[in-house]
């Protein structure tokens, strides 16, 4: 409040009359003191005295979702923007998806923008959106990026240059390409030229797991000065890191310039007429190739979690995300310049998060934290360091025992290639025959007997035989290993009370940590492929014969045990001649149960590039395609039942012959 008359304040009475002033207005508050000749004039200047100001974008605005379909770049950029908005008093809500379903999502307002749309990689996924004008472009936000196949420095040097002499080192390369997960725009454009033969690249076959999978074998082949071609984009710290060569010769299915590419900012439909706060939020949010450099390099090299390496920037870079802020308001209408001198310092997070409504976030990318009581507030502060512990224990690993871990590939890789191979020598009808056959002994029922080979039949005709063998290939090394593996120990642990309470909690954990938890540690020992997919389908399933086999054994009757005692047997006699038959149908129901982990758990491994029916699975995911989804389902239940019934224990009747 100013005070523009020489009379003391503290003299005020009641008021004669008083003309109010807008907020937002010129005019003042002209306050006139009861028995005063003068006017006392006040000017209201950002006191109590004034209006609230007017809301900048309703109440429905206030959550903001975003999408991050887990690539390091656009998980960097969307937490900078998750900040941002959260010191402008927005709640940001931040949910992983994939390309296409973020697309779908966009369409169907149950996202409202998407940082990471590179183009022109996406033009032809994307057109369709913009030609029904489902999804809106707001603005670009990144130049000067690229994206298409890349080398290391040093088959570039050998002569691998160009997209046609890719062909000329097919041996080299163990006709294999590696790209990112299942479904994304440049994998379907490596699938499409594959399968017309563009570059001479028909017979190849494309890996797909994910960004950090791709970079984990890019970094097995480089430390191994092994030939390699895969997916390459800048920024990205991948390109010093490696110091990687773009392939020529991509123009026509990458852009010219070695797949030169922007990055756009999508929205939701007139998302812009209904927020337009944020909307001019997302106008101005742009980068440089730099600045996700360095966003990228501090969570990859680092390690620094996306909300701290956004934070962390933003505190850097505050004349960058100052000129953001043009035109632009807090949520409740005031000036953004009122939050503070420095934007993106701690001092602007928490003048944020006191000038937003109460129960909502400040600047953060962890949308619970404004919803966190001040006990769990205080807890996470102190956090134990679990994850960092377990981090530094595979990465000791990884740096000194790296030859047995790749031997341990190399071999189990064999394994599984060579059953694979065996498995698809055998001619279809054929192995048909041999199924059917088995069930037929197994049952002896006609029903399961007429379904086998329709079930098999019923695959071939969807396209799924080929996929089918991978996945049936994975399933034998995997289930086999297990059996192996776990009836000595449940054996063991039923004979030796101290080693059963020794595995319990060991066995509990394997069994309810979540299974994608396998895939992490695997990847990074054991590179990607098969085998740290079918390491963790070991490990996944391994409990279930353990446990079975020691409650067969366990349950194994008395007398029947004293009985072979009293005629001399010895215990390895007690083993193989009392207990083993007598715990045959439990055990044959941990094998049993044993194949059907394996089994799903195959299917889930083939985002670390496993193969096999999961691909489709993911694919179908990833791209919003029902119908894949559905015959790529139908295929691995089909398995899953012939599987079943040929592992299953015989029913006991209970007749007397």
Same mark, same amino acid.
């Given at each position: 409040? @100013? ?32 028995? @005063?000749?003068? =006017? ?11 209006? =609230?100001?007017?809301?900048?974008? &309703? ?7 975003? !999408? ?38 966009? *369409? ?43 080398? &290391? ?13 890719? #062909?000329?080192?097919? +041996? ?32 190849? *076959? ?56 922007? +990055? ?120 134990? &360091? ?42 279809? &009808? ?46 034998? $090394? ?16 039923? *004979? ?34 098969? $085998? ?22 366990? !349950? ?49 491994? #083939? ?24 015959? #790529? ?25």
């Amino acid at each position: 409040m @100013t005070l523009l008359e020489g009379r003391d304040a503290s003299q005020r009475g009641p008021w004669r009359s008083c003309w109010r002033w807008t907020a937002g207005t010129a005019v003042p508050t002209i306050l006139i003191a009861a028995g @005063t000749a003068v =006017p006392t004039i006040l000017i209201a200047t950002g006191s109590a005295y004034a209006q =609230p100001a007017t809301p900048a974008d &309703p109440l429905a605005c206030r959550i903001v979702r975003l !999408s991050d379909v887990g690539w390091t770049d656009v998980t960097a950029t969307t937490a900078v923007l998750a900040h941002v908005l959260g010191s402008l008093g927005y709640e940001p809500r931040v949910t992983v998806l994939s390309v296409p379903v973020t697309f779908a999502s966009l *369409r169907n307002g149950d996202i409202d923008a998407f940082l990471g749309n590179w183009m022109p990689s996406q033009q032809e996924m994307i057109a369709p959106y913009l030609a029904d004008r489902s999804i809106e472009v707001v603005a670009t936000n990144l130049r000067g990026a690229r994206y298409t196949l890349a080398v &290391p420095t040093y088959l570039h040097d050998a002569g691998l240059r160009d997209f046609r002499d890719i #062909a000329r080192f097919r +041996v080299a390369l163990g006709g294999v390409i590696h790209g990112i997960e299942a479904g994304n725009e440049a994998n379907e454009t490596l699938l499409s030229m594959i399968r017309n033969d563009a570059a001479g690249l028909r017979g190849f *076959r494309l890996v797909e797991s994910s960004e950090q999978g791709m970079l984990a074998e890019v970094e097995r082949a480089v430390r191994a000065q092994r030939p390699i071609v895969f997916l390459g984009w800048s920024p990205h710290p991948m390109n010093s890191r490696f110091g990687l060569r773009y392939l020529s010769g991509g123009d026509v299915w990458f852009g010219p310039d070695f797949g030169g590419a922007t +990055v756009r900012t999508l929205t939701r439909p007139r998302y812009a007429d209904a927020c337009p706060n944020v909307a001019r939020l997302l106008r101005n949010v742009t980068f440089t190739v730099d600045d996700e450099n360095a966003l990228m390099d501090a969570m990859l090299t680092q390690r620094m979690p996306a909300a701290d390496a956004a934070n962390a920037w933003s505190a850097a870079h505050g004349d960058r995300v100052r000129a953001w802020l043009s035109g632009v308001t807090l949520r409740d209408g005031r000036p953004a310049s009122t939050i503070g001198n420095t934007v993106g310092d701690a001092g602007l997070a928490a003048s944020a998060k006191a000038s937003a409504p109460k129960g909502q976030p400040g600047a953060t990318y962890d949308t619970d934290v404004g919803r966190r009581s001040r006990f769990e507030t205080v807890m996470t502060r102190h956090k134990l &360091p679990v994850g960092e512990a377990a981090t530094r224990l595979v990465d000791f690993a990884k740096q000194h025992a790296r030859g047995v871990f790749d031997g341990a590939s190399r071999g189990i890789g064999l394994v599984v290639r060579l059953t694979q191979s065996a498995l698809a020598m055998i001619p279809a &009808p054929l192995l048909m025959v041999i199924l059917t056959g088995a069930a037929w002994l197994r049952r002896r029922s006609i029903a399961l007997a007429v379904f086998v080979p329709a079930a098999l039949l019923l695959i071939m005709n969807l396209g799924y035989w080929a996929a089918t063998i991978e996945t049936l290939g994975l399933v034998v $090394v995997a289930a086999g290993t297990s059996t192996v593996i776990g009836v000595p120990v449940g054996v063991l642990a039923a *004979r030796r009370p101290a080693v059963d309470a020794l595995l319990r909690p060991v066995l509990d954990l394997m069994q309810t940590l979540p299974t994608f938890v396998y895939l992490t540690p695997t990847l990074v020992l054991f590179g990607l492929g098969v $085998v740290p997919g079918l390491v963790s389908t070991i490990i996944f399933a391994l409990p279930a014969p353990i446990r079975l086999t020691q409650l067969g054994i366990a !349950s194994v009757p008395r007398p029947l045990i004293e009985a072979g005692q009293a005629f001399g047997a010895t215990p390895s006699q007690l083993l193989m001649k009392i207990e083993l038959p007598s715990a045959a149908s439990a055990i044959l129901t941990g094998v049993s149960q044993c194949i059907m982990l394996s089994l799903s758990m195959v299917v889930i491994a #083939a985002l670390v590039g496993a193969g096999g029916l999961g691909v489709p699975v993911v694919r179908a995911l990833n791209t919003v395609q029902v119908g894949m989804g559905i015959e #790529a389902g139908l295929a691995i239940v089909l398995v899953a039942i012939i599987l079943d019934r040929l592992a299953r224990p015989s029913e006991r009747t209970g007749t007397r012959r």
